[in-house]
């Protein structure tokens, strides 16, 4: 399965470790992890991070929402997008246990 990996990254300083845990555990089941806390953080706000990261949706089969992804414009931008596709939207924790 292809998973997108969505959670707060701009007021987090630690996404890039939380969001590259979530990518080891999900390709250590046997996922193919769409990981975009990769990105370059200059791109411009979450309007402009969005124009990448929905065709990055698009792409995936799933989406796991990372905790606290609630209080982040971006990640919640993704949900509803992810739901408004028809994915399997789910908590991290649903794949991981």
Same mark, same amino acid.
């Given at each position: 399965? #292809?998973?997108?990996? $969505?959670?707060? #990254?701009?007021? &987090?300083? &630690?996404?890039? =470790?939380?969001? @590259?845990?979530? =990518?080891?555990?999900?390709?250590?089941? @046997?996922?193919?992890? #769409?990981?975009?806390?990769?990105?370059?953080?200059?791109? @411009?706000?979450?309007? &402009?991070?969005?124009?990448?990261?929905?065709?990055?949706?698009?792409?995936?089969?799933?989406?796991?929402?990372? &905790?606290?992804? =609630?209080?982040?414009? @971006?990640?919640?931008? =993704?949900?509803?997008?992810?739901? $408004?596709?028809?994915? #399997?939207?789910?908590?991290?924790?649903?794949?991981?246990?």
């Amino acid at each position: 399965m #292809i998973i997108y990996i $969505a959670g707060p #990254i701009s007021k &987090d300083p &630690d996404y890039k =470790e939380k969001f @590259g845990a979530a =990518e080891c555990a999900l390709t250590k089941m @046997g996922h193919s992890v #769409i990981n975009p806390a990769f990105l370059p953080t200059d791109l @411009g706000d979450c309007t &402009d991070y969005m124009k990448l990261c929905f065709p990055m949706i698009d792409a995936a089969d799933a989406v796991v929402m990372l &905790d606290d992804w =609630e209080e982040s414009c @971006g990640a919640c931008r =993704e949900w509803g997008y992810a739901m $408004a596709q028809d994915k #399997i939207v789910l908590p991290f924790n649903a794949f991981v246990f």
